[in-house]
């Protein structure tokens, strides 16, 4: 009995011995496995619940024929080629404010996943469709309202710093008066920038202060005249600003505003001295092939490229897109590639305008560059007990993508009634 119960204990034990012995390897493997799993996924080779297609809707109250829709617009083409048959675009073109819910609406029975608009004006419409509709991600351009009550998860914001693209548009402008100063085909006192403005709300603001004070960077004398429009598209309206802008002596004129209507009148104007123009959103060379020097344009692909792929990918939009963000608002410029500059005019613009152009994105790039600083005062149009000084720099853009500078400048910006 002794006998027959040692033997069972023996082979007890070294089957412990041979389960022990082959522990090691085991959780060696266990663990290697383990980190390559890991390493796989921050790679991001391994995918999860990810969609096979997503139905992507744009909301824009203008068309290609127009500047700012025909540059959102571009993305369109971008989506497409990047993600293929993972999307389908949905586009509704040429929506009033006041259609803004019933566009939404039919958007909503496309069964959209998510929702892209361009006008500022629809910001209110697309939050509360947001509200209602908590599976469908919204996505608003130029507005500023995402971090403001109620916070919803499903609604972002987001814009690029186009005063960065409009700071160094300026600074070609100014370095074409400062060339026709030196050449004697203006004075100092002649040293006059004009601009078509839509609007006299932040950004528009924002975009032709930034504008001439990269002109004065260049040229000392360099000052503005503002006309409004009260229209962002108004073909006529625009071309009937530019000519009485011309007609009051300004050299280079350029607009916040939809249309070519500034670009065909300093092509056509009859003044006796030549005329300027900078292009803003889009590339205005055929329309003025004579007079446009440069310009700018946001480059929305970067935001809603991100925006679709964390939809298709299930992610949070805010945690895959490249940028400034704040809350549920997200931004860029140059250095994020959310802003780029329209092609030189290299028949036109002065030798040594892409030296400038290439100067200041990189100061951008590597945040060096101060726009709005200098010594220079300037008051609030809506509140006279609201004003600014500028011998200490205002950071634009540092809470929010949408542009917040809303002063005049004294003496160097002049607002036409």
Partial sequence: MKTNLKKIVNIIYDDIKIEKNSLIPLLITVACTVSLCCVLHYLGVFVVNEKESVTVGFMCNGDESTSHSEDFLRVVDILELKFGSKVNVVVKSNVPELYAEQVLNELMEENCDIIFSNSYEFGDDLKKFAQSHPKTEFCQATCSNANEEPLLKNYHTFMGRIYEGWYISGRVAGF??????????????EAWLGF??????????????????????????????VRYTNSW??????????????EEGCIIISQDTDTSGTAVACENTKVGHAV??????????????????????????????????AVITNKKIKKNVEGSIHGNDSGGGFNEGWVKMLDLNRAVAPDGSEDIIDESINEFKKDICSVFY???QGKNPNNENDVCDLNTVYKECRYQSAPSFHYIINDIVIIEE
């Fill in 276 to 309: 300027y123009h900078i292009s803003y959103n889009q590339d205005m060379l055929y329309n003025a092939p004579n007079s446009t020097l440069v310009g700018a344009r946001i480059d929305w692909s970067p935001y809603i490229c991100s925006a679709v792929e």
């Fill in 233 to 246: 598209s108004n073909y006529s309206e625009e071309y009937r600003t530019a000519n009485l802008l011309i």
């Fill in 196 to 225: 078509v403005a839509a609007y006299p709300n932040s950004e528009v603001i924002t975009d032709y202060t930034a504008f001439v004070l990269g002109a004065i960077r260049e040229c000392e004398s360099a000052k503005i005249k």
């Fill in 176 to 189: 074409q008066l400062k060339q026709m100063i030196d050449n004697g085909e203006i004075t100092d006192e």
């Fill in 374 to 376: 200098g010594d220079y």
